[in-house]
């Protein structure tokens, strides 16, 4: 069982930044990838971003050049940073965890995000 926390979301106003953190209840590097999604109100989970154990990332087009996925693995902590926010990023995020070898992942409750415009 892997428990995830996410926070960091809030109210901004368009242009602003924000870091979203999600932490686990084990080891990150026990981890095969952290994910973020979002789903706005009425529309489709979509995916944001992914880091690996390694390190490597990959991010959605709607965020790509504006966002950062971090990890801090002493912290078992990854990070989500957003610059220049939209209104279209107004969403809950999620963190998703996914383990070697395993076909079901782990998701935390979520941290809304509302960008004002």
């Known amino acids: 069982q892997v428990q995830l926390t996410e926070s960091g979301g809030g109210l901004v106003q368009a242009g602003g930044s924000l870091r979203l953190s999600c932490t686990a209840s084990?080891?990150?590097?026990?981890?095969?990838?952290m994910e973020w999604y979002r789903q706005a109100p009425g529309k489709q989970r979509e995916w944001v971003s992914t880091i690996t154990s390694t390190g490597s990332t990959n991010y959605a087009d709607s965020v790509k050049g504006r966002s950062t996925h971090s990890r801090d693995n002493a912290k078992n902590t990854v990070y989500l940073q957003i610059t220049s926010l939209k209104p279209e990023d107004t969403a809950v995020y999620y963190c998703?965890?996914?383990?070697?070898?395993?076909?079901?992942?782990?998701w935390g409750q979520g941290t809304q995000v509302s960008v004002s415009s």
């Open positions: 084990m080891s990150i590097v026990s981890i095969n990838t």
């Open positions: 998703k965890a996914s383990l070697f070898h395993r076909e079901r992942a782990y």
